[in-house]
């Protein structure tokens, strides 16, 4: 948690100071329109829709891996279950197998 947070520290300080270094106003051209705005701004809005995308993307894949870990653990609870239920057939089995041998007095010479 430390690190992810003082990682996001450096990055927000390192785009602040490269932000302040760029505060010229540019002409961005979406062919319909044109906007002028500062290249700080621009900056921020790309670096901030970047990492919405990303997010998303990501969200996605936890999400299902998620699911995933919920089903395998659902799964391996039923193999457990079914494991133990074989354990105590076999237990029982060898139970009844030695019960029901007969013992033999051993034969003198």
Same mark, same amino acid.
């Not at 290249?39 to 995933?68: D, N």
């Not at 659902?74 to 089995?93: P, S, V, Y």
């Given at each position: ?7 996001? !520290?450096?990055?927000?300080? !390192? ?5 302040? &270094? ?18 700080? &701004? ?22 299902? &891996? ?5 089903? &395998? ?16 057939? !076999?237990?029982?089995? !060898? ?15």
């Amino acid at each position: 948690m430390q690190k992810y947070f003082f990682t996001t !520290i450096i990055i927000v300080l !390192i785009m602040v100071t490269f932000a302040m &270094l760029n505060a010229k106003i540019v002409e961005i051209n979406f062919g319909f329109t044109t906007l002028n705005i500062s290249l700080a &701004l621009t900056l921020f809005i790309v670096f901030a829709i970047g990492s919405l995308v990303s997010f998303l993307f990501s969200f996605s894949k936890t999400y299902k &891996l998620t699911k995933e870990n919920k089903r &395998l653990k659902k799964d391996n609870q039923e193999l457990i279950t079914k494991a133990d239920t074989l354990n105590e057939k !076999i237990n029982a089995n !060898i139970t009844d197998t030695t019960d029901k041998k007969e013992t033999k007095p051993p034969v003198e010479y």
